[in-house]
C-alpha cells in the first residue's frame, strides 16, 4: 500500500505538511530552471557548434547511441591524465577545467540522473551548467529520430555469482573460501554486464 504524504509526514517526527509541500515545490521549480528542452537545445546547437554536451551514461550506451559530437565523461574530458577512476574524481576533472561561464548541457538517458549532476557542478561554480530534459530519449523523440530509441535490462548477476557458476564443478568448501577471499579484497560486487541494451525499433 503506498504511503501517503500525511502519513509520511507524522512517521517523520511529525513534520508540518504545509512546510514539506512548499520545500516540494521549490525543489521542482529549481530543478526546472537547470533544464533545457530538446528544441531549445537544437537551436542553440545551431546558433553555437561548439556547444559541449556532457553524455554521463554508461560506456556501453555511449558507445552505443550518442548524439553527434558529445563528449563521454571519462578521463580525458578535461585532463591529459588517464588514472581517473572514480564518478567523483571525473566531476572534478570539469570542475578543474572547463570554463565556469561556459554554457554547457549534460545528458543522460531519460533526464533522470543529469538534474543531480547539474546541481553538484552548478554547487562548484559552474554557473551554466544545464541538462537536457528527458535526456537522450526525448531528443530521439522530439527533435532526431535518426537516434534510435533503447531501454535498459539489468543484469542481475554479479562478476562473483559467474565465477561461482562457472567453477560449480569445486567444492562447496572452495567456493566458500573464493567467496572470503574475493570479499578480502574490499572490491565491490558489480554486475558483470551493468546493462544490456535492447534498442527499439520504429
Avoid at 38 to 44: S, T
Avoid at 50 to 57: E, I
Avoid at 157 to 173: F, L, P, Y
Avoid at 185 to 197: I, V, Y
Wanted: hydrophobic fraction near 30%; charge should be negative; include cysteine.
Amino acid at each position: 500500500m503506498d504511503e501517503t504524504l500525511s502519513e509520511l509526514c507524522e512517521r517523520n517526527q511529525r513534520l508540518d505538511m504545509g512546510e514539506v509541500l512548499v520545500h516540494i515545490q521549490k525543489s521542482h521549480e529549481a530543478d526546472a530552471e537547470i533544464m533545457i528542452e530538446p528544441e531549445a537545445l537544437k537551436e542553440q546547437r545551431e546558433a553555437n557548434p561548439g556547444l559541449k554536451l556532457l553524455d554521463v551514461r554508461t560506456k556501453e550506451e555511449f558507445e552505443a547511441i550518442h548524439i553527434e559530437g558529445s563528449i563521454h565523461m571519462t578521463a580525458q574530458v578535461g585532463s591529459d591524465t588517464n588514472c581517473v577512476s572514480t564518478a567523483q574524481d571525473l566531476l572534478h576533472q570539469v570542475v578543474d577545467n572547463w570554463n565556469p561561464d561556459e554554457l554547457f548541457v549534460i545528458i543522460d538517458h531519460q533526464g533522470q540522473q543529469a538534474p543531480d549532476v547539474a546541481t553538484y557542478f552548478l554547487g562548484h561554480g559552474m554557473k551554466q551548467a544545464r541538462c537536457l530534459r528527458g535526456g537522450i530519449d526525448a531528443w530521439s523523440l522530439e527533435v532526431d529520430n535518426s537516434v534510435p530509441r533503447y531501454e535498459l535490462h539489468k543484469a542481475m548477476e554479479s562478476d562473483a555469482q559467474k565465477t561461482n557458476r562457472e567453477s560449480s564443478g569445486n567444492s562447496e568448501q572452495q567456493g566458500k573460501k573464493q567467496a572470503k577471499s574475493e570479499d578480502a579484497t574490499g572490491q565491490e560486487t558489480r554486475p558483470s554486464l551493468l546493462d544490456s541494451l535492447s534498442i527499439n525499433s520504429r
